[in-house]
């Protein structure tokens, strides 16, 4: 089983970061789910470097291992300085899921390869 990126999925032990003054953050209100429960999706970013072009991606990964990207932003610009900070990122009303362990990624990639250069995950369960 691949991330959308290409690496293979479950093999980061935590955040990943490559350029350490990109920061990124992906959270949820609660740890523990049940159908038609509100999930409030936290997002935070900081750029304390210069201007740089990435690519975002979210996605989660579900029990069993399988792969929804839910976001991908192609080649955007992050300007200088740039800190953005919102605990209701999305507001997802949750349909009926299959039971068990859900996380959800956030990363910066690098352009052209789609190589990870910072990521984050938050894992939460649906009873």
């Known amino acids: 089983m691949h ?3 290409g690496a293979p999925s479950n093999t980061h032990p935590g955040p990943t970061v490559i350029c ?3 920061q990124i953050s992906i959270y949820t209100d609660k740890d523990i789910y049940d159908a038609g429960d ?3 999706l936290g997002l935070n970013v900081t750029n304390l470097d210069g201007e740089m072009n990435v690519c ?3 996605w989660v ?3 069993g291992d399988e792969i929804y ?3 991908h932003l192609h080649c955007i610009t992050l300007p200088a300085e740039f800190v953005y900070v919102n605990p209701f990122f999305r ?3 949750l349909p009926i899921l299959a039971p068990g362990t859900y996380t959800w990624h956030a990363a910066f990639l690098e352009c052209p390869t789609h190589e990870i250069i ?3 995950t938050a894992e939460w369960i649906f009873s």
């Open 91 to 93: 507001r997802i009303v």
């Open 118 to 120: 910072v990521e984050d």
């Open 3 to 5: 991330d959308p990126i």
């Open 61 to 63: 990964v579900r029990p």
């Open 38 to 40: 509100t999930m409030d």
């Open 56 to 58: 975002f991606a979210i």
């Open 20 to 22: 350490p003054a990109l």
């Open 69 to 71: 990207l839910y976001m």
